[in-house]
């Protein structure tokens, strides 16, 4: 016969008891936390605000740069995309000028209000797609929108004769950019983007008659101006 072990069988039982009770705190320790969380909701709300750069055209008649401020919504379609449209609202300045003056340049008559407002719709490309990265999620944009004036003639515009009034927009705006979103949690967020809107001044004709650096004024031409923003975010 076998020997017989005192205690064999107790002893194998502790064994597998304590295998199945440490296991999965074992387990767990060696688990290594991802960076990358799931972005849960779709619907995204922003209000934003910073300062847009100056191009005012050959002629320096288009609105220069200044405080911007807006609010947007964004709708995910995918993990990858969405889809966002927004108001802008630019308050710049832009210069006045007399072209009917005889000399080489047209006078200088002064500085008016030029406030602009831009509705756009983009398309955005989520580079991390439906999640963040260590809480970050950098993206890609572009859109269309239009232009157009919120502060009208002014007093400097009146003494001008029909031809040489500036007038902006309504004009098609373009626009085009990228930036990164800070979510602190499922709900709330900091976005920070570069956008870069571009649109059409036109020329009024009392402009267009003369000479510009012995070169003929065109009838329009397209400006430019780069926009950086900060804003919270609510998503739902």
Do not use: K
Not at 65 to 79: E, H, I, N, Q, V
Not at 93 to 100: H, K, S
Not at 199 to 205: D, M, V
């Amino acid at each position: 016969m076998r020997p017989v072990i005192p205690f064999a069988q107790p002893a194998v039982f502790v064994c597998v008891l304590a295998a199945i009770l440490c296991g999965p705190a074992g387990a767990a320790a060696q688990t290594v936390p991802s960076p990358y969380e799931f972005i849960e909701t779709r619907h995204e709300v922003s209000v934003f605000g910073g300062t847009a750069t100056d191009d005012r055209g050959t002629l320096r008649l288009g609105p220069g740069g200044g405080p911007m401020f807006g609010a947007r919504y964004a709708f995910d379609l995918t993990g990858v995309f969405a889809i966002e449209t927004g108001f802008s609202y630019l308050m710049a300045d832009r210069e006045v000028y007399d072209p009917e003056v005889q000399a080489v340049e047209p006078e200088l008559l002064g500085v008016a209000d030029a406030h602009v407002g831009i509705l756009d719709a983009r398309a955005r490309l989520n580079v991390t797609g439906p999640r963040t990265w260590n809480r970050l999620a950098p993206f890609l944009f572009t859109g269309i929108g239009i232009a157009f004036d919120l502060s009208g003639e002014t007093e400097l515009d009146d003494g001008l004769d029909p031809t040489a009034r500036f007038e902006f927009g309504p004009s098609f705006a373009g626009t085009f950019g990228g930036g990164v979103r800070w979510l602190a949690g499922d709900r709330f967020g900091v976005r920070l983007e570069s956008t870069v809107h571009f649109w059409r001044i036109a020329h009024p004709l009392g402009f267009r008659t003369r000479q510009q650096d012995l070169q003929a004024v065109p009838a329009d031409e397209w400006s430019q101006s780069i926009a950086v923003t900060i804003g919270a975010t609510y998503r739902f």
